[in-house]
């Protein structure tokens, strides 16, 4: 007599937690730990790091006070136990263009040095007339993370344009940079507190926005000299 008692089915195991997914925009965080260590060697004593674009491969896109740096890791930029990294100074940017394709893309820095290439739309660059992982001012990059990107690209857009109005108002005038290291200078000599020194680097800076020219106080010119 055969028995009506139904097989016993093996338990499914339980899905584990998801892999989180690491952010493609935020602080030195973002970055990969060879990248982290190239930026720290970049920086001098005075820049602050305001946001990383994470691209693919480790290809980054950091953004300082003054300047950008595009840094490029590893084989696939040529270079295999180092960084490939290239400056590019706010003013100096003629462009940020965002370029997509079905799968992938890149963000593209151009100035003077770089400027983009003629290129048809129908089709993903040739390694031979154009490889972004080896160009020092691009970033590749995975479509589907495109969003994430956005707003920093506009922030950084927007950066660059007050840099440039900044250029243009300057006249005769200190430059910007000059005023910012200076203040920077003291501070590392122990002639400003940090208190002193957030204050005069937040009095330029809005100051230079409005068109304005100042002169730093005499204690601030003549001390350490």
Known sequence: MLSRTPPLLQEA????PKRRRRPAVGGVEVLSGRVQREVERQLSGHE??????RGSLSHSLV??????LIVKPGFHAGTTFGS?????YYQDVTGIQLHTFLLTGWIEVSSPSFQGRERKRNRQPRTSDRDVYKLPNCVPISKR?????????AQLRERIE??????RGA?????????????????RSGALSEHEYARLKQVLLESAARGATISLPSRYTEAGQ
């Open 13 to 16: 195991p339980l899905p584990g």
């Open 145 to 153: 993370r495109v969003g994430e990107y956005q707003e920093a690209l």
């Open 162 to 167: 007050l840099a440039k109005r900044l250029g």
């Open 48 to 53: 602050t790091v305001l946001f990383c674009l």
């Open 171 to 187: 006249g005769d005038a200190p430059p910007l940079i000059a005023s910012l290291e200076r203040i920077a200078s003291l501070r």
């Open 84 to 88: 490939l990294t290239t400056t590019f």
């Open 63 to 68: 953004a300082l006070d003054e300047r950008l």
